[in-house]
């Protein structure tokens, strides 16, 4: 049985489509978890899509995924701009990460421009709305596929 891939999203994202539709869209985070595991199943992957409002929960998922999963898509909401304990636990899983946030970081406020997760990160998709998470998936396949084919 093959992994999953871990989508992971932090503090207030399950806001999502309910309020601030100017900055962060119309689509709910279930509309988001619909589309993406519709794009992995095209790729012949699943996805394990969850969201928590809380730091501890987030690292905890990030450590269950050096076992569990295949690589991690994460939207650490605004714990990006501020944990080291999720970057901690990053460097300690040991499986391909794509950093993903629905708005454009860099056309946002100074504070948003700086991540603790894309040095980690194998690349950063911002400013597509719930489609970078559908790029993310297309980002982290081919990442997948190329790490088993040289480990052969
Ligand atoms: O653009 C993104 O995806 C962010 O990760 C979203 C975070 C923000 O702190 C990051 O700088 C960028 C905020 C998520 C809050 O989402 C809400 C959605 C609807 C209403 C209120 C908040």
Redesign the pocket.
């Known amino acids: 049985m093959p992994k999953p891939i871990y989508v992971l999203n ?4 399950n ?6 539709p100017e ?2 869209g119309h689509a709910t985070l279930n509309d988001v978890a619909a589309q993406t595991e519709a794009k992995a199943s095209t790729l012949g992957l699943e996805i394990e899509f969850r969201q928590s409002n809380r730091e501890g929960e987030l690292v905890e998922w990030i450590q269950e995924a050096r076992d569990s999963a295949n690589g991690i898509i994460i ?4 714990y ?2 501020t944990s080291v304990a999720i970057l901690d636990a990053l460097l300690a899983a040991d499986v391909p990460c794509v950093e ?4 454009n ?1 860099f056309a ?1 406020e100074e504070f ?1 421009h700086h991540s603790y997760i894309s040095p980690v990160a194998i690349g950063l998709i ?1 400013g597509f709305g719930p489609k970078g998470y559908e790029f993310a998936v297309e980002a982290l396949a081919e990442r997948i596929a190329a790490d088993e084919s040289a480990a052969q």
């Open positions: 932090g503090p207030n994202l806001l999502l489509g309910s309020r601030e900055v962060y939207n650490a909401g605004a990006t701009h993903v946030h629905l708005s970081l946002r948003r911002c």
